[in-house]
Structure formats: C-alpha cells, structure tokens
C-alpha cells in the first residue's frame, strides 16, 4: 500500500474485549483541496450495509449533479463481507481503488466514502489521480473519526399494550438502543449487539411467556 493508504494504528484506545469488534466510521466527515485547478471534495460517512451505502453515494450525486467525477468506494461488513469501488469515468484504477486502498489500511467496515471532482483544465495524470483521491479519503476519513463498534443486529418485538411495559423493561436492562411506536399493537424496534441477540429473544419469550412476535 502506498503512503497514503492510512494507518490502522491512529484508532482511538486500545480495542474491546470483544473478539468481533471492528472499527468503523464516528459520525461524518469531509475535506477539500485544489491540485492544478482541479478541486476535490471527499465525504465519509458510517453506513450499516450495502442500500446504507449505496444511499450515501446517492446523497452526495443529488448534492454535486455538476461534478466531473462523484466517485464512491465502501466496506460493509455485510453476510458475505461486501467491499465496493468505481472509477466513475476516471481512467481505471486511478480513482475507486485508491479510495478502497485506503478504506482498507485505516481497517474500517461499515464505511462509505465519495470524492467529488471538478475538473481545473489540467490532465493530473494516473499518479496525480491516485494520489489526489487517495488524500481526500484520508483527510474524510481523518475529520470522521474511527471508532470501535461491535456487530450489531436488528430486533423486532411486537405485543399487545398489556405486554409492551415488560417488553421495554428487558430492553432498557439490556441497554440496547430501541424506538417504539403504538398503534394496534406495540412494536419495538431494537439495535442489539449480534452476541447478545439469542439470549435477548429468550429473555422478552418467557417475560412474556411467549406473547411477543419477534422478527
């Protein structure tokens, strides 16, 4: 890898216990320079699988319709694993892969980033492409944050009201993150760490003794 594929040792801390955790992006970022005329602009972002990610470069193409190149690469850490490039009308592997590249030495999953590009009148050449995509991915990726996160998993619970107090008491005790909407009946939609989701299920199963549709 080139320099300017990153450094997987600039995540903050040291990682969790957890054997599955991973790095990821902490939120968003963006940077922007000029080479030649030529200005780039690279977006980051977290993305929780491939239609997240893919909906990001549809994002950042509804933002910059006007731009020479929007080009995209992303990891997801999907079932199978999914690592995604395009050059975008750039000559091949001069723009996408470098981006991937550097997707990958930083070691980040669930991870999407676009580098937008306005063409300055003047040719940068396969290296000068590389490396311009290269940094603006880095520098993203480097104003995003890296953080440690844990595969996670959605769970869906749906009772009767009589149930739903139960059902949100095991899940505020699980400290899972969850949204819930009542309607006809009460649905819990719930982020749980993919480790702890069977015995989750077992747990809202016999406090309800049985009464909740889980999805």
């Known amino acids: 890898m080139s320099d300017n594929d990153g450094d997987a040792a600039d995540a903050p801390g040291e990682p969790p216990e957890d054997p599955d955790a991973y790095r990821t992006l902490a939120g968003r970022g963006r940077a922007e320079f000029t080479v030649n005329g030529s200005e780039f602009i690279g977006h980051a972002a977290p993305a929780g699988g491939v239609e997240a990610a893919e909906d990001f470069v549809t994002e950042i193409r509804e933002a910059f319709p006007d731009a020479t190149h929007n080009v995209p690469a992303y990891r997801v850490n999907a079932d199978p694993f999914r690592e995604y490039s395009s050059d975008d009308g750039e000559p091949s592997g001069s723009a996408g892969k470098p981006i991937l590249n550097v997707l990958q030495g930083r070691e980040v999953e669930d991870a999407v980033v676009v580098v937008t590009r306005y063409y300055g009148g003047t040719n940068l050449g396969v290296g000068g492409l590389v490396r311009s995509y290269s940094r603006a991915a880095k520098e993203a990726i480097t104003d995003a944050g ?70």
């Open 146 to 215: 890296v953080t440690w996160t844990r595969p996670h998993e959605r769970l869906v619970a749906t009772v009767d009201y009589d149930d739903s107090g139960t059902v949100r008491g095991v899940l505020e005790s699980a400290g899972v993150e969850f949204d819930a909407s009542y309607e006809a009946a009460v649905r819990f939609d719930a982020r749980v760490p993919t480790r702890e989701a069977t015995a989750l299920r077992d747990r809202l199963l016999s406090a309800t003794s049985g009464r909740v549709d889980l999805e």
